[in-house]
């Protein structure tokens, strides 16, 4: 088992940055592949990054690629998605989520979620 809480999210202005923690317990994340999801209200929940457990990362975007840096430090059992550049159209609960070493975009093939966290992006 493994128990996931992110923390982090708050309002921004348009052009800030914030950073997500997703602390990990339960189980150490070396072993698992963890991603950010995002959902916006009225909307279905969505692929951000993802960092397997060698440390490859991916992202959804280029945009993303651009904006947002995911990390983890494997000491603290802690996975960031450091977000600049915030967009309006960023507004989310976003999630973390883990599953067995490989990461995936799809949400159906995590196993472990946390609660989220809202961003809110002012323009």
């Known amino acids: 088992q493994v128990q996931l809480v992110e923390s982090g999210g708050g309002l921004v202005q348009a052009g800030g940055s914030l950073r997500l923690s997703c602390a990990a317990s339960?189980?150490?994340?070396?072993?698992?592949?963890v991603a950010w999801f995002r959902q916006a209200p009225g909307k279905g929940r969505e692929f951000v990054a993802a960092?397997?457990?060698?440390?490859?990362?991916?992202y959804a975007t280029d945009s993303m690629k651009d904006r947002f840096t995911i990390s983890r430090d494997i000491v603290k059992n802690t996975v960031y998605l450091q977000m600049n550049s915030l967009k309006p159209e960023d507004t989310a609960v976003y999630y973390c989520?883990?599953?067995?070493?490989?990461?995936?975009?799809?949400?159906?093939?995590?196993?472990?979620w946390g609660q989220g966290t809202q961003v809110t992006v002012s323009s």
């Open positions: 339960g189980r150490t994340l070396s072993t698992y592949a």
């Open positions: 989520a883990a599953r067995s070493r490989v990461p995936s975009t799809s949400v159906s093939d995590y196993l472990y």
């Open positions: 960092i397997a457990w060698t440390g490859g990362r991916q």
